[in-house]
């Protein structure tokens, strides 16, 4: 079946700094990405969709200047979390869809980012 | 907009059979989806619905009536390692992103 890789799956990283976040689809193309935050004991939370060689489409809530997203290649999309604050701990995971025909959502492995 | 409702937990005995409902109401409509999450890891697919009826995989069944914007998962006997969290989607339209709107989960205790 089809692969998404997600890389790191923890970081911990000081209040202020930057953390990337990558989403690698293995052996297929992905126009269309999608980023979710999951907090403890809750459901998946649309950030945005991530576009190869467009602006991401963010959802209502979320700071598009806070969470950076690049996809600059149809196997790679990228969730930069800018000037991270404790607030901005969580679980986050990307999915993609295999535009050759597979109807399923792929994930990722979902990074536990943790702001100290 | 968008609202998925799925009851927040749930308990079963080892072996018997559960039902998890889900309803929906949704601007678009492109298909329902069940993943199974376990905690501190990404979800895995169960199945999907696009037509009305059942679809069968397994121990896992999943139902889908898009005139009730209703859907249920049925898990027969149930096993221990079946204890984790149980989620439905609803994909939008492909003009719309075709992204996937997921409910709260049902968290599902297998006792034995």
């Known amino acids: 079946g089809a692969v998404v890789s997600q890389h790191p799956s923890r970081v911990i990283c000081k209040s202020g700094t930057s953390v990337k976040i990558e989403c690698r689809s293995l052996d297929f193309q992905a126009t269309t990405m999608f980023w979710y935050r999951q907090f403890p004991k809750q459901s998946l939370m649309l950030m945005a969709t991530?576009?190869?060689?467009?602006?991401?489409?963010?959802e209502q809530g979320v700071e598009k200047d806070k969470f950076l997203i690049n996809h600059a290649s149809l196997t790679l999309s990228t969730l930069t979390v800018t000037s991270a604050h404790p607030e901005d701990s969580s679980f986050y995971i990307c999915?993609?869809?295999?535009?050759?025909?597979?109807?399923?959502?792929?994930f990722g492995q979902g990074t536990r980012l943790t702001v100290v | 907009g968008q609202n998925i409702d799925q009851p927040t937990e749930m308990t079963a005995t080892e072996g018997a059979i559960v039902q998890i409902n889900c309803t929906y109401q949704t601007s678009g409509f492109n298909g329902l989806f069940w993943y199974q999450q376990h905690a501190g890891e990404a979800p895995t697919f169960l199945s999907y619905n696009v037509l009305d009826g059942l679809e069968e995989k397994g121990r896992f069944s999943s139902f889908l009536s898009r005139s009730k914007g209703y859907s249920y998962l049925l898990l027969k006997e149930l096993q221990m390692k079946d204890s984790a969290s149980y989620l439905c989607?609803?994909?939008?339209?492909?003009?719309?992103?075709?992204?996937?709107?997921f409910g709260q989960g049902t968290e599902l205790s297998v006792k034995p």
């Open positions: 999915s993609a869809r295999d535009e050759g025909g597979n109807t399923e959502a792929f």
């Open positions: 991530s576009n190869e060689g467009s602006k991401a489409t963010y």
């Open positions: 989607a609803v994909r939008g339209r492909y003009n719309q992103g075709g992204k996937l709107i």
